[in-house]
């Protein structure tokens, strides 16, 4: 299954409180990374890789979907 288009989504930068939605595909970073804890006792972190934008207003990377 391919998903071609995801519905219409807005997104809200937890910064500035700026709502936005992507309009092209050319705002995607597809190649990022996010350094994430994985485990609470003891922690663990390792970076997985995400899609993300940055917010119109402020610029503050939101993370859109998770690989």
Known sequence: ???????QKI??????GCKFKITSDK?????DKQLV????FL???EYRNCYSV????????????WC
């Open 11 to 16: 997104y809200e930068c937890d910064i500035c």
């Open 54 to 65: 940055k917010c119109p207003q402020c610029g503050e990377r939101i993370i859109i979907k």
């Open 43 to 45: 922690p663990k972190w």
């Open 1 to 7: 299954m391919e998903m071609i288009e995801e519905g």
């Open 27 to 31: 705002e995607i970073n597809r190649i």
């Open 37 to 40: 804890q994985i485990r609470a």
